[in-house]
Structures are given as structure tokens and as C-alpha cells.
């Protein structure tokens, strides 16, 4: 068993909505005795730098994501991971595709949450394994096909700041409740 819970968050270019999460998350996570490692990927090539609207709107908050550049998730990422958080269920299916054995610990963010709640949160000293397979319990590859408005975080690339302000705000509020849930 190794010391440090490895999360991997992953979106389409990882240059908006992985990346403040990543942010998001990693700063809830700072001050907890149990350490936790935080990092983002995307589906396509990488090599790119946030826009500035995301740069803008994590400035904000107060964190600096203007050093951020994007890659390409791979399955040697996926292998390291202790739990694999799709931004939408495209990312998701495609962490699965690409590394199988993975399922068990790949969610959209929003789908963890909502299972989550009906399974009751992660018990003091219960193994993160254990409570994803908790509240996974009733769930199918299927439900990895389509996308879905109730499990998808916008993407607010291309679009007005409000849309990227929109998704900052919902992405706080995810992973506030994740840590809630499952990282306390």
C-alpha cells in the first residue's frame, strides 16, 4: 500500500476545466494530513497554455494556473491512479478504452458525487478502493455511453467569460463535495 492517493483529472484539451479543478482541488487538499497528489490530463495533444480566460478567472480566486501546460493522458497515468475523474462521460469512456482495468475507479466528477451521496460518505479509515466500489455498486459500462446533462461540467472554451466564470463556480462546488465525501 503506498502513502499518497493519486487523483487523476481528466477533460478534452486540459487547458479549462481539468486544469481548475486540478487547482481547485489540489488547494483543499494542502493542508490535509494525508497526503494526495492531483493532476490533470486531456484526450488530445498537448502543448498547450490555458486561455486567458481561465487564467483570469482562477486569478480571482487567487491561484495562478498561468504556468500550466497541457498533455495527453496516458495509460501509464491511468495505471498510477487511484481514482480517475472524467470532467464529462467522453473522458471517462476514454480512460476506460484506453486502460481497462481502470473502470472500477473512473467516474465523471458529478457521477461520483451523486453515487456518493446515496452510498454515504467514505467512513474514517475505510480504503478509497473500497468506497468507490461502495458507491459504484450498481453501475454498468453502459452508463459511460452518450453524454449527460446531469454528469458533464460545461465546457466554457470558445465562449464568454460568464461560461468560464459559470464553470469555475460549479467546479469549486464539485470538489468542495468531493472532499467532503471521500478525501476528508
Given at each position: 500500500?503506498?502513502?499518497?492517493?493519486?487523483?487523476?483529472?481528466?477533460?478534452?484539451?486540459?487547458?479549462?476545466?481539468?486544469?481548475?479543478?486540478?487547482?481547485?482541488?489540489?488547494?483543499?487538499?494542502?493542508?490535509?494530513?494525508?497526503?494526495?497528489?492531483?493532476t490533470s490530463a486531456g484526450l488530445l495533444a498537448g502543448g498547450r497554455r490555458p486561455p486567458a480566460e481561465v487564467v483570469?478567472?482562477?486569478?480571482?480566486?487567487?491561484?495562478?494556473?498561468?504556468?500550466?501546460?497541457?498533455?495527453?493522458?496516458?495509460?501509464?497515468?491511468?495505471?498510477?491512479?487511484?481514482?480517475?475523474?472524467?470532467?464529462?462521460?467522453?473522458?471517462a469512456r476514454h480512460a476506460v478504452v484506453l486502460r481497462s482495468e481502470c473502470w472500477p475507479r473512473t467516474f465523471t466528477?458529478?457521477?461520483?458525487?451523486?453515487?456518493?451521496?446515496?452510498?454515504?460518505?467514505?467512513?474514517?479509515?475505510?480504503?478509497?478502493?473500497?468506497?468507490?466500489?461502495?458507491?459504484?455498486?450498481?453501475?454498468?459500462?453502459?452508463?459511460?455511453?452518450?453524454?449527460?446533462?446531469?454528469?458533464?461540467?460545461?465546457?466554457?472554451?470558445?465562449?464568454?467569460?460568464?461560461?468560464?466564470?459559470?464553470?469555475?463556480?460549479?467546479?469549486?462546488?464539485?470538489?468542495?463535495?468531493?472532499?467532503?465525501?471521500?478525501?476528508?
Amino acid at each position: 500500500m503506498r502513502g499518497m492517493t493519486a487523483i487523476l483529472l481528466l477533460c478534452t484539451a486540459n487547458v479549462c476545466r481539468s486544469v481548475m479543478a486540478q487547482a481547485m482541488l489540489s488547494a483543499r487538499l494542502a493542508e490535509r494530513p494525508s497526503p494526495v497528489s492531483v493532476t490533470s490530463a486531456g484526450l488530445l495533444a498537448g502543448g498547450r497554455r490555458p486561455p486567458a480566460e481561465v487564467v483570469a478567472v482562477m486569478a480571482a480566486r487567487g491561484v495562478d494556473v498561468a504556468g500550466h501546460v497541457s498533455r495527453r493522458v496516458t495509460a501509464a497515468d491511468l495505471a498510477a491512479a487511484d481514482l480517475v475523474l472524467g470532467m464529462a462521460r467522453e473522458h471517462a469512456r476514454h480512460a476506460v478504452v484506453l486502460r481497462s482495468e481502470c473502470w472500477p475507479r473512473t467516474f465523471t466528477l458529478s457521477e461520483l458525487l451523486r453515487r456518493g451521496r446515496r452510498a454515504g460518505a467514505r467512513a474514517p479509515g475505510e480504503p478509497l478502493g473500497d468506497w468507490l466500489a461502495r458507491a459504484g455498486r450498481d453501475r454498468g459500462r453502459h452508463d459511460l455511453l452518450g453524454c449527460g446533462q446531469y454528469d458533464d461540467v460545461p465546457d466554457p472554451y470558445g465562449g464568454p467569460l460568464a461560461g468560464y466564470q459559470a464553470t469555475a463556480s460549479l467546479l469549486d462546488r464539485l470538489t468542495s463535495d468531493l472532499v467532503a465525501q471521500c478525501l476528508a
